[in-house]
């Protein structure tokens, strides 16, 4: 494999292209006419503008980017995440195209991709299962009599769904009808697939992911677990690995299961086995990630693997050189999502230009992100500006680098998740190990990031005025006296 075409943009993308550059592969980037002047686009050795900003004038037109491989004679494609990444149609026709699709084959992304048919194959290998339903349902009394025997409170999930959408929590009969219609809705709207089922809502979840790798020759092995509890609308916002509360025995059970369904869909590359942990620490299995995940990062650091290297590897036919024995632990790993979002705002999207933007460096800190300084934030995308990851000796250490790497972190122009989540680790909550996906509900409100009153503010900009006339004041008294005046004091009063 010499050349690979990174079919994804911003953080991604420029991720994948240095593991590639490491690896000696040549990369291509395909970009949208938004993202003209990304780092990710003069990062690649060669860029192929494929269309207008809107993702579905671009990023998923897999008919022409499928072509720009054609004609600068690409050996593989990466999906990343989002976009193409879980489409089966697009993998099968890279496949048809002879281009080597870096991820699962079309038929394991068909049999996971849908969630009633993952749920179905995990069942067959006695993986536990949340109560509900079934299959899909689209008859409202139906559904009705599905969840009076399931209990409330339950979910309806969108078959294809993913990030919260198309997903509703029903806390009483009265409410099914009217819920399972915005399901519906939303499911076709975000998916073009209407299918729904019923979930029983599990008391205090916590959101257990295991990590698995596979290659071509029968081999998987699961890298251990991520936590991901701290949520907003169902999407994840601050993951760490190992988890705090998963014993040795726990994590070796999870992780078998985890392989089962792995196995059972002759999985071969990176991919993600989800659970939900209740507060007796029974788990269930949610639903299995076809592809590179987020939050990656953090197994990557208490592994000491390169999962995009290992991608690449299994994709080009060789086989894992490791086993599961050969895994160990090392220490602690903690990744935030830098969001241009306002919490204040119940998390809402926020635009504009990074007037300051400078990240945070030293020892065990590692940030992903397609942004620099003066660019500005699309509003045709995920709103993700960065991954800051870090990696200490332990879950403290960890937590400690954390809440100062995210303190050294600059950025003015947008709102951002940082404060947020600077809140939730300083949090007793969290710091405990005692929480679960219902953290935000339970302890945050918008004003605990206030950092002071307007009055405040308003005392800061008086003081500040008095400080720069007292000093300029100071500076001509010296100048008339014949002292020389200091560079320094004349670029600092200018």
Not at 5 to 24: C, D, T, Y
Not at 200 to 221: F, M, T, W
């Amino acid at each position: 494999m010499n050349k690979i075409l990174i079919a994804n943009r911003g953080e991604i993308a420029l991720r994948v292209m240095r593991s590639a550059k490491e690896m000696g592969i040549k990369t291509v980037a395909v970009f949208s006419e938004a993202d003209r002047n990304a780092p990710f686009v003069r990062y690649a050795d060669e860029a192929v503008c494929i269309g207008p900003p809107p993702s579905n004038q671009s990023y998923l037109l897999g008919d022409k980017i499928i072509a720009v491989c054609k004609e600068l004679k690409v050996d593989g494609i990466h999906p990343g995440y989002g976009f193409l990444s879980e489409n089966a149609g697009f993998a099968r026709k890279v496949r048809e195209a002879g281009i080597t699709f870096i991820g699962p084959s079309p038929e394991a992304m068909d049999m996971m991709g849908d969630k009633l048919s993952a749920k179905a194959t995990a069942k067959k290998h006695k993986v536990p299962m949340i109560p509900g339903s079934d299959g899909a349902i689209s008859d409202i009394k139906e559904a009705i009599k599905v969840a009076k025997e399931t209990g409330f409170p339950l979910l309806i999930k969108a078959s294809a769904g993913g990030g919260g959408k198309g997903m509703r929590l029903v806390e009483k009969e009265s409410e099914v009808e009217e819920q399972m219609k915005m399901a519906v809705s939303e499911a076709i709207s975000a998916f073009g697939n209407g299918a729904v089922f019923i979930e029983k809502y599990a008391s205090g979840p916590r959101h257990i992911e295991i990590q698995l790798i596979a290659d071509n020759h029968g081999n998987c092995v699961y890298l251990f677990e991520r936590e991901c509890s701290i949520q907003r609308r169902h999407q994840k916002v601050i993951e760490e690995a190992p988890s705090s509360v998963l014993t040795p025995e726990l994590r070796k059970q999870m992780g078998e299961c985890a392989v089962a369904v792995a196995k059972a869909c002759n999985y071969s590359g990176a991919g993600t086995v989800e659970f939900l942990l209740d507060d007796k620490l029974n788990f269930y299995f949610l639903e299995m990630n076809t592809r590179l995940q987020v939050e990656h990062p953090v197994s990557e650091f208490i592994t000491g693997l390169d999962l995009v290297k290992e991608q690449i590897k299994v994709a080009r036919g060789e086989k894992l050189s490791f086993t599961q024995d050969d895994i160990k632990i090392n220490g602690h790993a903690i990744e935030v999502r830098v969001c241009a979002e306002d919490p204040a705002n119940n998390f809402l999207p926020d635009i504009g230009k990074l007037e300051v933007y400078k990240t945070p460096s030293g020892p065990g800190i590692r940030v992903d992100d397609g942004f620099e300084e003066g660019m500005d934030i699309p509003i045709y995308y995920d709103p993700m500006i960065a991954k800051l990851v870090v990696h200490g000796k332990d879950r403290n250490d960890a937590i400690a680098k954390m809440l100062r790497a995210i303190s050294d972190y600059k950025i003015i122009g947008v709102e951002t998740t940082l404060d947020f989540c600077s809140f939730v680790l300083k949090h007793d909550a969290f710091v405990s190990g005692k929480f679960d996906t219902g953290f935000i509900g339970k302890y945050f409100k918008p004003e605990v990031l206030s950092n002071g009153s307007p009055e405040n503010d308003e005392a800061l900009a008086i003081i500040s005025s008095y400080l720069f006339a007292t000093q300029k004041k100071q500076n001509n008294t010296l100048e008339s006296a014949g002292v020389k005046k200091s560079k320094w004091r004349e670029n600092r009063l200018n």
